[in-house]
């Protein structure tokens, strides 16, 4: 299983949503690690392309993918339990289901843009953390990584149902964390639930079409996924629960 050198070997990391941009360089840069990486998406065609440049681009790592329908429970437990069964063990979940809409007022929000969102940012979250909490918790260095947004932290009047889920998202996070320290007991946690925060992704496609755009705070989808590795070079104790700010804090 992987590469059998690197901070990540051995490792058996799941992606969720890796068929984007950020999916795509999170399966690289694991799989360059060392790690034996499985993906998900709800799009099997960008799925595959997306596991086909990993697996291609890091020298035949383990990349596989599964198109998994992560808004339903029992499909998610049933993803967690065959990647456990097929490779011994799970190190690490990485959650980076996305989904955005904005309004230009708070007076214009429109509530259907949260019954999305919600689906997209929250339930996501909710299913993969209970699917994935107990194989997570069995492994030494387990990890649950969510990616967040500032504004989160700092709701504007047209983003209320973006920042609103996220806030929740993180809140969950938050509690698993909690589940991870109360585990670890007097020793601290072995496992550990972390989030990383960005303002927005930028990728080389979004670069070529607005050459002229700054792009200002930014994080690169490349610097996400060196970011989401270090997750495990860390100590769990040491980021179980902590927000990771990748751009300015608000």
């Known amino acids: 299983m992987g590469n059998g050198n690197g901070a990540l070997s051995g490792a058996v990391i799941a992606v969720a949503g890796a068929g984007g941009p950020a999916g795509r ?11 034996t990486v499985v993906g998900s998406d709800n799009d099997a065609e960008r799925l595959s ?15 596989t993918g599964d198109t998994v329908d992560l808004l339903d429970l029992q ?8 990647i456990e069964k097929d490779f011994g063990r799970v190190d690490g979940l990485v959650h980076l289901v996305g989904g955005w809409r904005g309004g ?9 843009d949260w019954d999305l969102l919600e689906l997209l940012l929250i339930r996501t979250v909710q299913h993969t953390s209970l699917a994935f909490h107990e194989a997570l918790q069995r492994s030494e260095r387990g990890r649950y990584v969510l990616i967040s947004a500032a504004g989160a932290s700092k709701p504007t009047a047209g983003n209320a149902a973006y920042a609103a889920a996220k806030a929740a998202a993180e809140a969950w996070t938050l509690a698993m964390a909690d ?18 925060v960005v303002k927005a992704l930028v990728h080389d496609a ?19 996924a060196e970011a989401i590795a270090g997750v495990w070079t860390k100590p769990a104790a040491e980021v179980n629960g902590k927000r990771l700010w990748l751009t300015e804090k608000p």
């Not at 360089?25 to 790690?35: I, P, Q």
């Open 179 to 196: 589940y991870f320290r109360k585990a670890g007991g007097a020793e601290g946690p072995t496992s550990a639930a972390v989030i990383l």
């Open 25 to 35: 360089a999170t399966l690289l840069r694991l799989a360059e690690a060392g790690a």
């Open 75 to 82: 499909s998610t437990r049933d993803w967690a339990a065959h």
């Open 206 to 224: 979004m670069r070529a079409e607005r050459p002229n755009a700054k792009f200002a705070g930014f994080t690169d989808v490349k610097d996400l």
């Open 49 to 63: 392309e997306a596991v086909d440049a990993a697996r291609y681009a890091s020298g035949g790592a383990t990349v």
């Open 104 to 112: 230009e007022t708070f007076t214009k929000t429109n509530l259907d």
